[in-house]
């Protein structure tokens, strides 16, 4: 039940018709792990404590360097050296603070990955390499916990919601082999954008009052300033959720 201070607090919200008192409700309840607290984690955090998701727990292995702050907005120049899962605890607390803020400064792996998500109702991809998104795949599939995937590239980004037993997976849609050697381009309000996109999805996952885009990744691109959606299939022969795994 929400108190009199959260009814005011979410009352724009509360408006839409297929968020309501309901959906609000269920956000409370609900908990996300964000995977990576970098460019896109910065931004889809806040914005998941703003629309007040219950719990969020950060996941980040990694300290802030004066590299970040071109996109990383909940650091700043004091902030440079400490650890990214801490500092972004402190500051979404003081944004909002009636949710539960959960910091885990540790590196993803394949030994730790479905650990991670006991208790979790949703994982949000905030990750910059995808041997650890992999990982976090992979567990997902396995707890059939739904997990919203970003990516970005210089001026251009993606979003895919992935609903296990529903829609492909992320080893369906990208080879295992994906990698990238030296730092991402990057401008900051890319990571903004799609990050945004990506708790859109979230929300209309978590409160089930409206549908999601699942099965489809959304692509935009800053260049020209276009959206485009692209149908996907999933690999009856992916090694994480084909036919064999079902």
């Given at each position: 039940m929400l108190t009199a201070d959260e009814l005011t607090r979410y009352s724009r919200q509360l408006l839409i018709p297929e968020v309501g008192l309901e959906?609000?409700?269920?956000?409370?309840?609900?908990?996300?792990?964000?995977a990576g607290v970098g460019g896109l984690g910065c931004s889809s955090s806040q914005f998941l404590a703003c629309a007040g998701v219950g719990s969020i727990t950060l996941v980040d292995r990694d300290t802030v360097a004066l590299s970040d702050l071109n996109r990383q907005v909940l650091y700043g120049q004091d902030d440079i050296g400490k650890?990214?899962?801490?500092?972004?605890?402190?500051?979404?607390?003081?944004?909002?603070?009636?949710?539960?803020?959960?910091?885990?400064f540790v590196e993803i792996s394949e030994g730790n990955a479905s650990q991670l998500l006991v208790g979790i109702d949703l994982v949000m991809d905030g990750l910059d390499n995808f041997p650890a998104r992999?990982?976090?795949?992979?567990?997902?599939?396995?707890?059939?916990?739904?997990?919203?995937?970003?990516?970005?590239?210089?001026?251009?980004?993606?979003?895919?919601?992935?609903?296990p037993g529903k829609t492909p997976c992320l080893a369906c849609i990208y080879p295992r082999t994906r990698t990238h050697e030296g730092p991402h381009p990057v401008l900051g309000s890319v990571p903004a954008i799609i990050a945004n996109l990506q708790v859109l999805e979230a929300i209309k996952i978590l409160t089930g009052r409206y549908d999601s885009s699942a099965g489809r990744m959304v692509f935009f691109d800053g260049s020209e300033m276009t959206f485009s959606r692209l149908e996907l299939k999933r690999n009856e022969n992916c090694k994480v959720c084909g036919k064999e795994k079902r």
């Open positions: 959906g609000q409700e269920r956000l409370k309840n609900s908990r996300v792990l964000l650890k990214k899962v801490e500092v972004a605890a402190v500051r979404l607390s003081r944004l909002n603070p009636g949710v539960e803020i959960h910091s885990r992999f990982c976090m795949n992979s567990a997902c599939v396995e707890r059939k916990i739904p997990y919203v995937y970003g990516g970005i590239a210089g001026l251009k980004g993606a979003v895919a919601a992935i609903v």
